[in-house]
């Protein structure tokens, strides 16, 4: 089973920076795609940023040129690096990534317990 343990998140005034960290662990054969995703209060949970294992990424429009997503391959870890955050940035933020155990499962969804993102105005 692969478990996906976030942090880094916390509280920040508007304009400053955060970098949250996501490192998998247990049962891994290879990791397919990693990402990040968020869900404010009363709200779906969103894509933020998507990065393949090969280093394509992808950006919800909200974040693109703010938000910067790269990953490790060899530790199994996904950053997210956020600057000129906004009150509006503020959720909670979930690591998620498509793994497979052994060469014989096909991918699962994993999903981390979340870090919460506060940004004040």
């Known amino acids: 089973q692969v478990r996906l343990v976030e942090s880094g998140g916390g509280l920040v005034q508007a304009g400053g920076s955060l970098r949250l960290s996501c490192a998998a662990s247990?049962?891994?054969?290879?990791?397919?795609?990693m990402g990040w995703y968020r869900q404010a209060p009363g709200k779906q949970r969103d894509m933020v940023a998507t990065?393949?294992?090969?280093?394509?990424?992808n950006y919800a429009d909200s974040v693109k040129g703010r938000f910067t997503i790269s990953r490790d391959n060899a530790k199994n870890t996904v950053i997210l690096r956020m600057n000129s955050l906004k009150p509006e940035d503020t959720a909670v933020y979930y690591c998620?990534?498509?793994?497979?155990?052994?060469?014989?499962?096909?991918?699962?969804?994993?999903w981390g317990q979340g870090t919460q993102v506060t940004v004040s105005s």
């Open positions: 998620n990534a498509d793994a497979r155990s052994t060469p014989w499962t096909i991918p699962k969804n994993y």
């Open positions: 247990g049962g891994i054969f290879v990791i397919n795609a």
């Open positions: 990065i393949t294992s090969g280093g394509a990424t």
